[in-house]
């Protein structure tokens, strides 16, 4: 009998150390296979990185290919408006909103948290030359695309302020900080989301697919192409804007690499020949 007994706690023991031991391998392997995701709110200087496993991180590149069969069905904004509303609670049921409202988010990619005024001075741009605004351009639209050879900047007009500020010197400073002081009190009744640009191609063309509906219409466009907004040609790679005052999320399989934003833009313009 006690034989039985001490065989019967040697198989316990071993059971219960070899779980143990598994638990253990199976974390390790899990850790192993996360993906790891860069989620960027473009318009608010938030971001954050989030690890999902790879059927998680498979569900939401499936996630972005539905956007995009989807989006070629679509004829109306408001019928875009709702997809993009759709993936934001789709990406928060995987974490990828971080501590950002289900709300907060929709209100940014639907282009919300945009200046009245701004969007009043594109309205009227638009309507004093439609006529003059070709098939690869669109107007105060919602954006969404997968593209390589794809550079977002940011905001830069503060660091830009605080540099010139530097060089001018200290009276000249005084004085325009007494110019910002209205402005900032205009920012607390009219908030404004501070958008991001959008380079496509350096050297080479970027590929992929872009959506846009706005003011001018449905218009897509699949690579290769290149950004066609000229704006100053101070540096060859500003030659490559494509998109203006982008406020929306942005996410990055892997830093580097290929990832999918969507979201809204005051200014679009592709073309397949850089300017």
């Given amino acids: 009998m006690k034989k039985k007994i001490l065989i019967g706690s040697i198989f316990a023991v071993a059971v219960i150390v070899l779980s143990s031991f598994s638990s253990v391998v199976g974390r390790v392997s899990s850790d192993d296979e996360l993906v790891e995701f860069d989620v960027e709110f473009c318009g608010l200087g938030k971001k954050h990185t989030v690890k999902l496993t790879q059927q998680e991180a498979d569900e939401v590149e499936q996630l972005f290919d539905d956007i995009e069969q989807r989006l070629s069905e679509v004829e109306t904004r408001e019928e875009a408006e709702v997809i993009f509303k759709d993936a934001v609670v789709e ?8 501590g950002m409202s289900v709300e907060q988010a929709q209100s ?3 282009g919300k948290e945009h200046n009245p005024v701004v969007v009043k001075l594109f309205e009227i741009f638009y309507s004093r030359n439609h006529e003059k605004i070709n098939n690869n351009t ?20 503060w660091s830009v302020l605080i540099l010139l500020f530097k060089i001018i010197g200290e009276v000249l400073y005084l004085f325009l900080l007494s110019l910002f002081i209205p402005y900032s009190i205009f920012l607390t009744f009219f908030p404004m989301a501070f958008g991001y640009n959008i380079y496509f191609g350096a050297g080479s063309p970027a590929n992929g697919w872009l959506s846009t509906i ?4 449905i218009k897509r466009w699949n690579g290769p192409f290149f950004g066609n907004i000229t704006l100053l040609k101070l540096i060859e790679w500003l030659e490559n804007l494509g998109v203006v005052g982008f406020t929306g999320i942005k996410i990055y399989f892997q830093p580097g690499e290929i990832g999918f934003y969507f979201g809204s833009a005051l200014w679009v313009k592709i073309g397949e020949e850089p300017t």
């Fill in 91 to 98: 990406l928060d049921r995987y974490g990828l909103l971080g």
């Fill in 108 to 110: 940014l990619v639907t």
């Fill in 138 to 157: 669109n107007i105060l639209c919602l954006i969404a695309g997968i593209t390589d050879c794809t550079w977002f900047i940011g905001p830069i007009m």
């Fill in 214 to 217: 706005g003011l001018n219409g």
